[in-house]
C-alpha cells in the first residue's frame, strides 16, 4: 500500500479476485487484486460535460495508468507475478474496490468512497504476491441513495433509476446504458451524476456518513 501511494494513488486497498470482478468469458489465475483510486482536481469538473471535464478525466486516466504500471513492475521486481488494469480493461474495478473497502456503489452506478465522493478514477494490479485482505465498508451510501433523487433529476437523458434492478441475480443500483451512452458519446463524455452527487462535495463525506449511520442505529 505504502508503494502504491509513492507511485501517486490516492486510495489503496486489497481484495479477492472473484467472478464479480471478470467480464464474461475472461478468466485469471492471479488472486488478489490491489484496487487504487485517483481524484479529479475539483475546479476542472466544475463545467461538467465541457471540454476541460473531459479533459481532466483523460489526465486522471492517465495518472491512474502509470500508477498500476508502476506497481505492477515493482511488484515483479520482487518476484511475483503483475498485471496492471485501467481503463477499457478484462476486468470489473467497481466491485473490487468494494471488496477492498474503498467504498461502495451509488445509485448513478459508480463507487462513491468517504474521501473523494464519486469524483475518481479506478485502477487495479491482479498479482499472485501472499497479500493480507482488506474487508467491505459501509458509510451509509444506500441510506442516502434510496430518498436522494439529485442524480436522477440532473441526468439528462434520464438513464438513472430511482429503484434498484435485479441484474445476473443480484439486486443492486443500476444504470440505463442504453440512454447513458448515447449522450455520453454526444457531449464527448459527461460526468454529471458524479459531480452533483453529495457525497462529492470536498470534506462533506465523513460528516454524512456518521450522520446517516447514527440516524440508522436510532
Known amino acids: 500500500k505504502n508503494a502504491a501511494r509513492g507511485f501517486g494513488a490516492g ?3 486489497i481484495a479477492p479476485v472473484t467472478e464479480a470482478a471478470l467480464y464474461e468469458g475472461y478468466r485469471t489465475d492471479l488472486p488478489r487484486a490491489v484496487v487504487v483510486a ?23 486516466y492517465s495518472r491512474i495508468s502509470r500508477t498500476v504500471v508502476r506497481l505492477a513492475r515493482h511488484i515483479r521486481a520482487m518476484g511475483w507475478r503483475a498485471v496492471a488494469y485501467s481503463e477499457s480493461a478484462d476486468i470489473l474495478h467497481i466491485p473490487l ?16 468512497t468517504m474521501d473523494y465522493g464519486s469524483s475518481f478514477r479506478l485502477a487495479s494490479v491482479l498479482t499472485d504476491l501472499p497479500l493480507a485482505l482488506d474487508s467491505p465498508v459501509d458509510i451509509g451510501v444506500d441510506d442516502l441513495c434510496l430518498t436522494c433523487r439529485r442524480c436522477t433529476q440532473d441526468c ?4 438513472i433509476l430511482d429503484q434498484k ?11 440505463d446504458f442504453d440512454k447513458c451512452l448515447p449522450y455520453f458519446v454526444k457531449t464527448e463524455g459527461c460526468g454529471i451524476c458524479l459531480e452533483v452527487c453529495p457525497w462529492t462535495e470536498p470534506g ?9 449511520l447514527a440516524k440508522r442505529a436510532a
Open 156 to 159: 439528462p437523458p434520464g438513464a
Open 97 to 112: 474496490a468494494e471488496a477492498a473497502g474503498l467504498g461502495q456503489l451509488g445509485k448513478h452506478g459508480s463507487a462513491i
Open 204 to 212: 462533506r463525506g465523513p460528516e454524512l456518513s456518521r450522520r446517516l
Open 38 to 60: 485517483q481524484p479529479h482536481r475539483r475546479d476542472p469538473m466544475a463545467g461538467v460535460p465541457d471540454h476541460g471535464s473531459a479533459v481532466e478525466a483523460m489526465r486522471a
Open 11 to 13: 486510495l489503496v486497498g
Open 165 to 175: 434492478q435485479t441484474v445476473r441475480g443480484e439486486t443492486k443500483w443500476y444504470v
